[in-house]
């Protein structure tokens, strides 16, 4: 197995097209001391026992002395947390309230999707615990394991594994959107150059696991500093 460091650096931070408001407590720095203890309450539900419904949301709300609509429509606009049209979470990043190509499991064997192969990544300096990952290539299908020890340090099972980072492009202009459906893990580099050969709409680039161990780190590492 492979160990990769998780010090992020400059390029390695741009490598995943990270921009700094989505960077450790700058994720929430908009929020009001009781949203953000409302939303730390929700990231925690995902890590121990999985998303929330509408019912424990509201109820959870009420304990923080938010108004539930108000305080989600907050958590939706600084792109944080994301419901479904019947009320339920579909995203809490990094975790996904979807089955997703990324399962993360926590010690204890509870077991979480994340939204993409960086988030993955991210949620053991998150909350400062081991955890294990299992994805597969999309070219390949070939399965991949990962441990992600609490300071995000990343053993991989597969030695030349890689991640594309990228978005994919809105059509007719430049603009970048959908990160998520680009992060995913792949067993090498010749299979995610492959991919992005086969998806032209998607501006990506191949970056090592140390580099999206870092980049995981450096999104998710801190958010719950503060609580």
Not at 4 to 12: H, K, W
Not at 80 to 96: K, M, N, T, W
Not at 142 to 158: F, H, L, N, W, Y
């Amino acid at each position: 197995m492979s160990r990769d460091g998780t010090r992020a650096t400059r390029t390695e931070v741009e490598a995943g097209v990270i921009p700094p408001t989505k960077l450790g407590p700058a994720r929430h720095a908009q929020l009001t001391e009781e949203q953000r203890e409302f939303y730390f309450w929700i990231l925690r539900r995902f890590a121990t026992h999985g998303g929330p419904s509408s019912r424990e949301l509201r109820a959870a709300a009420e304990r923080f002395d938010v108004d539930p609509e108000h305080a989600l429509a907050t958590l939706s606009r600084e792109d944080l947390v994301h419901r479904r049209a019947d009320g339920e979470i579909a995203v809490a990043y990094p975790f996904s309230g979807r089955p997703t190509a990324h399962r993360v499991r926590f010690r204890g064997d509870h077991e979480v999707d994340a939204m993409c192969a960086i988030d993955a990544l991210g949620v053991a300096p998150m909350f400062g615990e081991p955890i294990e990952i299992e994805s597969r290539d999309p070219v390949s299908v070939e399965k991949i394991r990962a441990r992600v020890a609490p300071d995000g340090a990343a053993e991989c099972s597969t030695e030349s594994a890689v991640v594309v980072a990228g978005a994919l492009r809105s059509e007719g202009d430049d603009d970048r959107c959908g990160c998520c459906p680009v992060l995913n893990f792949f067993a090498s580099a010749a299979t995610a150059e492959r991919w992005l050969a086969d998806h032209p709409q998607v501006h990506g680039n191949v970056i090592s696991m140390r580099e999206a161990a870092a980049a995981g780190r450096a999104v998710f590492g801190d958010v719950l500093a503060d609580s």
